[in-house]
């Protein structure tokens, strides 16, 4: 079945709940604040009168992304940060592609829920929930298999992942209800910060010897959007 950008693009948005702020104006295009000491829950905006069509505009998301690294995937993001016309919309997208067993590991999007439609390919998917208010509880695993149309929802903020179980590459888009959703990708967080968190800390966390600990955060860790 063959599914074309637009409808890919309005699905994902439709399926998107819209989770930023609620607009007091029809756009804000974003500008640059880097100069300014005032902070806001966003971007600045850019003069109604200076917006211009290639303000919401963005172009190449057809095109594959490198996926000859460590984890055989790559994202490509459209957010506020490469499209400043998102600015105070609460939209935002992304084209994911894997090489043949690559990966998305384990990360989180804190500000958005995410609507994963799956174009090409096989891919095996899952959420994990936030903790459970019995302690006898376990964290609960939902997964399944996507095959080309099929849609998967993450909700906001909860660990998730994706990874291609097919031998061949596989193409996905996702969109996000939130023109920044955020990504925080578990291993890199807490084995690759900068500085480090203690190993003792991480030891008693994760009941492990600290050697385990010390060889995990002397890794290179690949940040994938």
């Known amino acids: 079945m063959k599914i074309t950008f637009g409808l890919c693009f309005i699905v994902l ?5 819209a989770s930023d702020p609620g607009q007091l ?3 804000c295009v974003a500008v640059p604040d880097s100069v300014s000491a005032v902070f806001v829950n966003g971007k600045f905006c850019k003069n109604p009168n200076m917006v211009v069509a290639d303000d919401f505009l963005f172009q190449g998301l057809n095109k594959a992304g490198n996926t000859s690294n460590q984890l055989g995937s790559f994202v ?3 957010n506020v940060n490469q499209l400043e016309g998102l600015n105070t919309l609460g939209v935002s997208m992304a084209r ?11 990360h989180t999007h804190p500000r958005a829920t995410e609507a994963f439609l799956l174009m090409e ?3 095996y998917v899952g959420f994990v929930t936030s903790n459970p208010a019995d302690p ?3 964290n609960k695993l939902f997964t399944k298999y996507l095959y080309p149309g099929d849609v998967f929802v993450f909700p906001q903020g909860l660990i998730h992942f994706q990874f291609n179980v097919g031998k061949t590459n596989a193409v996905a888009f996702a969109g996000f209800g939130s023109q920044n959703p955020g990504t925080i990708t578990i291993a890199n967080a807490v084995f690759g910060s900068d500085p480090k968190i203690n190993p003792d800390v991480l030891a ?4 492990v010897e600290k ?12 940040n994938n959007n």
């Open 204 to 207: 008693k966390a994760f009941q």
């Open 121 to 123: 390919g096989t891919l």
């Open 25 to 27: 104006q029809d756009f």
């Open 136 to 138: 006898d509880q376990k």
């Open 76 to 78: 490509t993001p459209v």
């Open 96 to 106: 994911l592609d894997f090489a043949p067993y690559g990966i998305n590991p384990p």
């Open 211 to 222: 050697n385990i600990i010390d060889y995990l955060q002397a890794q290179f860790w690949y």
């Open 13 to 17: 948005v439709s399926i998107a709940y």
